[in-house]
């Protein structure tokens, strides 16, 4: 088990409502990222929030939108969503947001159906 | 032409055999990451490089940052060892930090 806490694990929305997703960080960890799998593909790197500012984000419009607590917690928020937002978003936190710092420690995952 | 390139897609072995899973890459990094995940999503982060070669039980990876290649190792593969192996490169751009994933392998460890 790495710590690192989301939820809700299952969600069901339809297209045009908004959805927020919660990661709670491991203890210690100042660095949150976020990312999206789609069904058999990939993950895709949406953002990373260190020390409450974004610090990097991937090719993901402005409707995807991020928050990171005092307490390192983070928040991803969708808005206007759409049918391919359906996919598991991931949270991982890491101690630093570098190379030298940043290994790992991932979430089990949101799994969010769009109908 | 994807930043991260894995080989090969898929993979079945033999219970017991050496298996290599390779990554290519394009852009400058500071890091490169193994990961593993089990069918139900779930992520474990196995290594994290930056240089040389690390070893982990089974499980050993190396990287070449002057060929900008990775390749991760498992002896003695075990049905347990099914799972995808992803790889995925962290480097600085324009955006700022950002991690790049290969589109992963998927391994079959028959017995």
């Known amino acids: 088990e790495t710590g690192v806490t989301q939820s809700p694990t299952h969600l069901i929305k339809t297209r045009g409502q908004q959805v927020t997703l919660r990661c709670s960080s491991q203890s210690g960890h100042n660095t949150v990222s976020w990312y999206q799998q789609a069904l058999g593909q990939g993950p895709q790197f949406i953002f990373q929030?260190?020390?409450?500012?974004?610090?990097g984000r991937g090719n993901f419009p402005p409707r995807f939108s991020g928050l990171q607590f005092p307490n390192y917690s983070s928040e991803l928020n969708v808005n206007a969503l759409e049918l391919d937002d359906s996919a598991l978003y991931l949270c991982a936190s890491s101690l630093g947001p570098g190379g030298h710092t940043g290994e790992l420690f991932f979430g089990e995952g949101s799994r969010l159906t769009v109908l | 032409k994807n930043e991260v390139e894995q080989s090969p897609q898929n993979l079945t072995a033999q219970e017991g055999e050496f298996i290599t899973i390779n990554c290519s890459y394009s852009?400058?990094?500071?890091?490169l990451h193994w990961l593993q995940q089990h069918p139900g999503g779930g992520i474990v982060s196995l290594f994290m490089?930056?240089?040389g070669k690390k070893k982990h039980g089974r499980l050993i990876a190396t990287i070449n940052i002057q060929e900008k290649h990775s390749s991760l190792h498992i002896t003695a593969s075990h049905p347990r060892d099914s799972a995808v192996y992803i790889c995925?490169?962290?480097?600085?751009?324009?955006?700022?930090?950002?991690?790049?994933f290969g589109a992963g392998t998927i391994l079959r460890v028959k017995s």
């Open positions: 929030y260190y020390r409450e500012e974004e610090n």
């Open positions: 490089l930056s240089s």
């Open positions: 995925a490169v962290r480097s600085r751009g324009v955006g700022g930090n950002k991690l790049v």
């Open positions: 852009v400058g990094i500071s890091a």
